[in-house]
């Protein structure tokens, strides 16, 4: 059977033998090779690694399985993180599967019930803090710290061990690593986690590269980049929307070490990319996953990527945002009668035989 | 590298040496066991197969990856279908990713901005029929035959080819075919491709069982059930909510052959168990994979299930569906200031060390 991330990469992970061996079957996404962008941007060859197709849509849930593993086997009855995302809707699944009480702060300014759907379904206990994110979450710091109730947000350090399941992955499936690494930079943990990874199987002889780790920020939540802390980061991306990373030195070692790059792209560079993975390489992907896309796109005009191997991190589905996708979109819906005739007017390129697009066989 | 469906069933489909070999990473779903349920209804094993990890979030794309690939090796350049669901957002993703034109007609009632987002994202050609479902069918059907378009509803045989993959993946992963296989039917075709795909496998020895069909209709739509076509068919399940089922002949026969049932689930019951699966398996499902779980939960109050092994098929990502969500869940969020104080209050039964549920390890 499929194994989770638990079972498939035990000897690799803080595994004991008194951690469940919990699944709610995270991990082996698939790894889809580019049938447009690679061209584009004139790499030898370019995949995406669909993170979106984890259980609950994202990434999160490799580190949540190691989170919420270690809270049980430490003993913890209820696990607590402020989250109005991803983080919230993983931690509240893998909650639910175990039996755990899960609670979950969100800052008030940010409870928008469409965004939150998912989270809500799991039914976990939600409060809704009158602050701001970052207060929210020195109250999960400090409560977790006083009573029994594990902090999974990704201060909790299996979020990243198990996170770097994804690297291995990648490496298994092409044999070694690629040349260059794409991901979106947001709270910096998953550059980190695949950094971890790629060099961890380096130091096993698993792989025998290193890839250059190529991390993305959105222009106005770049802290990074920038070289200082933004107080109000500003993105349509809101799962980068961070302005104040908590691995961000762990960020810079991972690009200094593999000689890669933190850079920024705009708002508009990522909502082309966020299209274009859509239309060209049928990806509906959460827009801050595009960060990477649009990122291979700048970096291309920049570089020369010929015979190079890339792959570039989707973190999430775009079903998490589908009012975005939406507003991005130009409706431009035709109606017509039931009527053959009418179809045959609208399609009249069919008609005629003159249709311009082909199959790419 | 994980393999898609085509190639890792290459030999048991219908490939010739002229068959694109194309793969969006669908199929090799998580087959999860169930923590809760199972207990519930007293049988020996229950799993869950989780087809919204496929990469458009739905159980089609099997069936829509062998379509299109059957489009591509007959020279067609366009694909189209009518469908305002999780048809339309697979043809149009795998559209996208092979450059084929993709065409979908949507009935003119239908057109709900929030249920078409994902489909709208992949941007096919939209057309909307000023008409009923079936009449949009009907112009597909006639359209298809007159111009080289490749029609891919369900009518399209190698949907059900591709679609039959399940079956193989869940006795390839408990080593036989389970006692019982509980699934949503609708327009009955992937009942009638199960049994195919479970039939191949015992007649090729590669499963000594077969399982008992238990196909599950909403009971406002629940045409094979009560024998004759609903000119109406009303239910929360949208993506069951047929009237006049393209494979009924088909179902019956699964039924029959295996001793099974064919019955029908209240939308109270749906959403009971759409209830129970977020909350208690943390598995967010559309509403009509939770037919199958709402017919296991009515069945074992009919029938002993002891010692069985069960798999109820979950056909697509409750995202799909983030409306419904929201509504069926008690908004009931605490609000509190950002103080410590204020969330040791809320929380006293964690300050006071009394919390009720505990870990399931």
Chains 1, 2 share one sequence.
Not at 170 to 185: R, Y
């Amino acid at each position: 059977m499929r194994q989770g991330v638990l079972e498939r990469y035990r000897e690799l992970l803080e595994i004991t033998p008194n951690t469940p061996m919990i699944s709610m079957g995270e991990g082996s996404t698939p790894l889809v090779r580019s049938r447009f962008i690679e061209n584009e941007v004139g790499c030898a060859e370019l995949y995406f690694k669909l993170e979106g197709c984890n259980p609950s849509g994202s990434f999160k849930d490799r580190g949540m399985v190691m989170a919420v593993a270690k809270a049980i086997e430490d003993g913890s009855a209820a696990i607590m993180c402020a989250s109005t995302g991803n983080t919230s809707a993983s931690a509240a699944a893998y909650g639910a599967y175990c039996g755990l009480t899960t609670i979950v702060l969100v800052p008030s300014g940010d409870v928008a019930a469409g965004k939150m759907a998912q989270a809500l379904a799991y039914h976990p206990r939600i409060l809704v803090v009158n602050g701001t994110f970052d207060q929210a979450l020195e109250m999960v710091r400090t409560f977790t710290q006083r009573y029994p109730v594990t902090l999974v947000n990704s201060l909790n350090p299996h979020r990243l061990e198990g996170q770097k399941t994804a690297a291995f992955e990648i490496v298994d499936d092409l044999g070694d690593a690629p040349d260059f690494l794409f991901i979106p930079v947001g709270n910096a943990g998953n550059i980190t986690a695949y950094w971890r990874g790629f060099s961890q199987y380096a130091d096993l002889g698993r792989a025998e590269t290193l890839p250059r780790m190529m991390g993305y920020q959105a222009e106005g939540a770049a802290p990074i980049v920038r070289g200082e802390p933004i107080a109000e980061p500003s993105t349509v991306a809101s799962a980068i929307r961070i302005g104040n990373p908590a691995s961000w030195q762990q960020a810079l070692t991972a690009r200094d070490q593999s000689g890669g790059v933190i850079d920024s792209v705009t708002d508009d560079e990522i909502l082309s990319a966020y299209r274009m993975l859509s239309r060209r390489e049928g990806i509906f992907a959460e827009p801050a996953s595009a960060a990477s896309v649009a990122g291979v796109i700048k970096f291309s005009g920049q570089l020369d990527l010929a015979g190079k191997r890339v792959v570039c991190v989707i973190t999430g589905s775009g079903l998490k945002d589908p009012d975005l996708a939406t507003q991005n979109i130009d409706m431009s819906l035709q109606e017509l009668p039931p009527e053959l005739w009418a179809m045959e007017k609208v399609l009249e390129e069919v008609v005629q035989g003159t249709l311009s697009l082909g199959p790419k066989a």
